[in-house]
């Protein structure tokens, strides 16, 4: 029995609204379906499609008459609950230097893998969802991708846009080979550095309480908050089906800080940032 499921995430972010799309195909068993997940400010929905419906190459993935690629997207869903239609461009996108799991991508039968396709690139379009127009004119996008049976059983994740920069972490309970252990991931880029922080550099969780986190890895330090949740229910894969339901924030209030040593790089509160909170 094949328990797998593939999806990517694709954020886009002006400085008034903020759209995430979630397209993902998973298998149970001998059963296959796919679906497209839209998340906004105020909603989100998860809209199913037949499994015949979807297709992928290496950078694209259409289900139906939708399109998701590393040159934009394109979306055209009707259902009783929701219409979206709308075309969104990418400017060049900002690849990191290695794969996000360094040498974990090397490691079989992992439980959830993560990629990370861009950090920040440009975006620029009209989408209407409902009714509602959403503009993307001197906007950033993001974009990721899982694969695997199931996310973590407990994690946070967190995605933000900055002024010179952008920045992710993913901090998460990992079974492997019979023990579990927390694995850290997490990118900042500021000022043309990217600064990497993981388990595989030495990162280890030294305070997680009330929806913080702080993760040191030698002289570097960082902190992220979540300080006011606006969370929508979203579906995540469990043993492949969609069967799970987590809370995301795809435009919340928190709070980052970055520190080398003694100096502090930034630190910043914003209403602008992606959150789920899953302990």
Same mark, same amino acid.
């Given at each position: 029995?094949?328990?797998?499921? /593939?999806?990517?995430? %694709?954020?886009?972010?002006?400085?008034?609204?903020? %759209?995430?799309?979630?397209?993902?195909?998973?298998?149970?068993?001998?059963?296959?379906?796919?679906?497209?997940?839209?998340?906004?400010?105020? +909603?989100?929905?998860?809209?199913?499609?037949?499994? +015949?419906?979807?297709?992928?190459?290496?950078?694209?993935?259409?289900?139906?008459?939708?399109?998701?690629?590393?040159?934009?997207?394109?979306?055209?869903?009707?259902?009783?609950?929701?219409?979206?239609?709308?075309?969104? +461009?990418?400017?060049?996108?900002?690849?990191?230097?290695?794969?996000?799991?360094?040498?974990?991508?090397?490691?079989?039968?992992?439980?959830?893998?993560?990629?990370?396709?861009?950090?920040?690139?440009?975006?620029?379009?009209?989408?209407?969802?409902?009714?509602?127009?959403? /503009?993307?004119?001197?906007?950033?996008? /993001?974009?990721?991708?899982?694969?695997?049976?199931?996310?973590?059983?407990?994690?946070?994740?967190?995605?933000?846009?900055?002024?010179?920069?952008?920045?992710?972490?993913?901090?998460?309970?990992?079974?492997?080979?019979?023990?579990?252990?927390?694995?850290?991931?997490?990118?900042?880029?500021?000022?043309?550095?990217?600064?990497?922080?993981?388990?595989?550099?030495?990162?280890?969780?030294?305070?997680?309480?009330?929806?913080?986190?702080?993760?040191?890895?030698?002289?570097?330090?960082?902190?992220?908050? %979540?300080? !006011?949740?606006?969370?929508?229910?979203?579906?995540?894969?469990?043993?492949?089906?969609?069967?799970?339901?987590?809370?995301?924030?795809?435009?919340?209030?928190?709070?980052?800080?970055?520190?080398?040593?003694?100096?502090? %790089?930034?630190?910043?509160?914003?209403?602008?940032?992606?959150?789920?909170? !899953?302990?």
């Amino acid at each position: 029995m094949n328990h797998s499921f /593939y999806g990517w995430y %694709l954020k886009c972010q002006s400085e008034t609204q903020t %759209l995430g799309v979630i397209p993902a195909v998973h298998n149970t068993g001998n059963k296959r379906t796919c679906s497209i997940q839209v998340i906004t400010d105020n +909603d989100a929905w998860t809209v199913m499609f037949p499994a +015949d419906a979807f297709k992928r190459t290496k950078r694209n993935i259409v289900i139906g008459e939708n399109r998701f690629g590393e040159k934009g997207m394109h979306l055209a869903i009707r259902t009783p609950q929701v219409t979206v239609r709308g075309k969104l +461009d990418f400017g060049p996108l900002y690849s990191l230097k290695y794969d996000i799991m360094g040498p974990f991508s090397l490691v079989p039968f992992m439980e959830c893998r993560h990629s990370v396709w861009s950090m920040r690139h440009s975006v620029k379009g009209n989408v209407c969802i409902n009714g509602q127009k959403y /503009y993307f004119r001197n906007a950033w996008g /993001y974009w990721e991708g899982d694969c695997g049976r199931s996310f973590p059983k407990e994690y946070v994740w967190t995605q933000c846009f900055f002024n010179d920069g952008a920045l992710m972490l993913s901090v998460a309970d990992i079974p492997m080979a019979g023990i579990r252990f927390t694995g850290i991931i997490g990118v900042v880029l500021w000022r043309g550095k990217e600064y990497r922080i993981a388990t595989y550099l030495g990162a280890k969780v030294v305070k997680r309480q009330n929806k913080m986190v702080r993760v040191k890895q030698g002289s570097l330090e960082l902190d992220v908050r %979540l300080l !006011e949740t606006s969370g929508h229910p979203l579906k995540a894969p469990l043993k492949g089906d969609m069967a799970r339901t987590i809370h995301e924030s795809a435009s919340c209030r928190a709070f980052y800080q970055l520190c080398k040593g003694d100096h502090t %790089l930034f630190a910043f509160e914003t209403n602008r940032a992606s959150f789920e909170f !899953e302990y």
